[in-house]
């Protein structure tokens, strides 16, 4: 008895896969008049009655003097003294409204924290850096 060599088998039998992928079809559409699509609120105009407030800038100029500027004001930055610019701010500033530091690029990085600390301790919850961008 002499056996023959078998072939390779050289296709690939797809049907299996076609009865899966039908099957997850079916599957498909019966569960998906189920799920509801997430409601998305979209801001509306009318929303906002009062338009946000500038903030009130601290500036450190070269020398290490302190100057305040309330931007809602039209008005030349005044004078502060290092001990009153807590309560300086404190009395300034409105509800939830920020205040930036402008900073002079000699100043030391020293100068400008201990302002923020001034003013992270006189209460002030929104505090940021104004830069001047690069031409």
């Known amino acids: 008895m002499s056996r023959r060599p078998r072939k390779a088998m050289n296709q690939i039998n797809v049907v299996p896969y076609i009865d899966v992928m039908l099957v997850l079809l ?28 500038l903030p009130l800038e601290v500036t450190i100029k070269a020398d290490g003097s302190l100057w305040l500027r309330d931007r809602n004001q039209a008005g030349e930055p005044a004078p502060v003294a290092d001990a009153a610019l807590a309560k300086t701010v404190r009395n300034m500033v409105k509800a939830d409204q920020p205040v930036v530091i402008s900073a002079d690029k000699s100043v030391r990085y020293e100068a400008v924290m201990r302002v923020m600390d001034t003013l992270q301790r006189a209460g002030v919850a929104r505090v940021g850096l104004l830069v001047k961008p690069v031409p």
Do not use: C, D, H, R
């Open 26 to 53: 079916v599957i498909f559409m019966v569960t998906a008049p189920f799920i509801n699509p997430s409601q998305v609120e979209l801001p509306s105009v009318g929303k906002s009655v009062t338009p946000p407030s």
